[in-house]
């Protein structure tokens, strides 16, 4: 599964993909520090799965 990371903190995210990365049957394509260059690095990395920062999200990141 391709999944995309979006945090603040560089340490936390790297931790995670690594964790990530050694289950084998993710594959980090990318780490991001915003919702706007994780969309983008998403959709042209071609991810299954985007997980975020819930502190990093606005109303307008949200749409329901």
């Known amino acids: 599964m391709r999944v995309a ?3 603040k903190e560089g340490l936390f ?5 690594s964790l990530l990365d ?3 049957s ?3 394509v990318a780490t ?3 919702t706007r260059s994780l969309v ?3 959709k042209e990395e071609r ?3 985007l997980l975020i920062d819930a502190h990093l999200l606005t109303k ?3 749409q329901f």
């Open 5 to 7: 990371l979006c945090c």
């Open 60 to 62: 307008d990141d949200v």
């Open 47 to 49: 991810a299954h799965v």
């Open 32 to 34: 991001e520090t915003s």
């Open 22 to 24: 050694h289950q084998g």
């Open 40 to 42: 983008s690095a998403a």
């Open 13 to 17: 995210s790297e931790a995670l993909a």
């Open 26 to 28: 993710f594959e980090v």
